[in-house]
């Protein structure tokens, strides 16, 4: 029910702020300010990403204020704090973890994959095995992000290697090659959201694996993905015996 000025008689005393508030309530809404749109198309599509960091108010250029630029890299609230660790009680099983998992694939590298050069015992798979082992609460750490960037960067390096050849010092656009990769793969882990930062390597490993790469061509994905599984294997059957970790902490 709208709430209004109630009828009184003539000459009827009235108290006045009573009726400025009476006269606000029944007065129409305010129409909104019109939101100004942002200038960049780029940045308009990227708004919806702000909702996941609310600390980011202003979506303009940094580089058009100076100032604001240098204050945006000083200032302490930028700041997300301090990461979190494991405690010491688990340095034992991230111990188990990284030497088993490096242990199995390099096994199978030497004595099963050895006429095929290193395309079973990646070197990204070192940081990646770090990072599962050492790491668990750090999203980028997770099962789905692990596997997938992997896959992705792979695809790319084998993709720019059958367009442009093998990436070997015979090769003049190799430098090119070696950064598209890597550009690529930075961006489709972006689109698919799926952050891994040692893909960035796996990348620029297959398309400076020579001739052994080429040959291979999209067949050294199911060997990338063997040797995923055997670390993230790994992972959650030890990380899941002491009771203050779980592993994985995200499944999506």
């Not at 598209?180 to 796996?202: E, I, R, Y």
């Amino acid at each position: 029910e709208e709430v209004g000025i109630p009828d009184l008689p003539e000459n009827t005393p009235v108290d006045p702020q009573s009726t400025i508030v009476a006269q606000i309530i029944d007065s129409p809404d305010p129409k909104p300010e019109p939101v100004s749109p942002t200038k960049n198309p780029i940045l308009r599509y990227l708004e919806f990403e702000f909702e996941l960091y609310p600390y980011q108010k202003d979506i303009s250029f940094y580089w058009e204020y100076p100032n604001t630029y240098i204050k945006k890299i000083l200032d302490p609230k930028h700041f997300l704090g301090p990461p979190r660790w494991q405690h010491p009680y688990l340095y034992p099983y991230a111990f188990v973890v990284a030497f088993m998992s490096i242990a199995i694939i390099a096994l199978m590298q030497q004595y099963i994959f050895d006429d095929l050069g290193y395309t079973f015992l990646l070197t990204s798979f070192g940081a990646t095995t770090f990072m599962v082992a050492a790491s668990t609460d750090n999203p980028f750490a997770q099962p789905r992000h692990v596997f997938f960037s992997h896959i992705i960067a792979a695809t790319i390096g084998v993709i720019i290697v059958t367009i442009l050849g093998p990436g070997d010092a015979e090769n003049p656009v190799t430098w090119l090659m070696v950064a598209l990769s890597v550009a690529f793969t930075c961006n489709a882990m972006q689109m698919t959201k799926t952050f891994h930062p040692p893909a960035g390597t796996t990348a620029i490993a297959v398309v400076t694996g020579g001739p052994t790469i080429t040959d291979l061509g999209f067949l050294i994905l199911p060997m990338i993905m063997g040797a995923l599984v055997i670390i993230l294997f790994f992972a959650v059957l030890i990380h899941n015996i002491p009771k203050i970790t779980k592993y994985p902490r995200f499944l999506w």
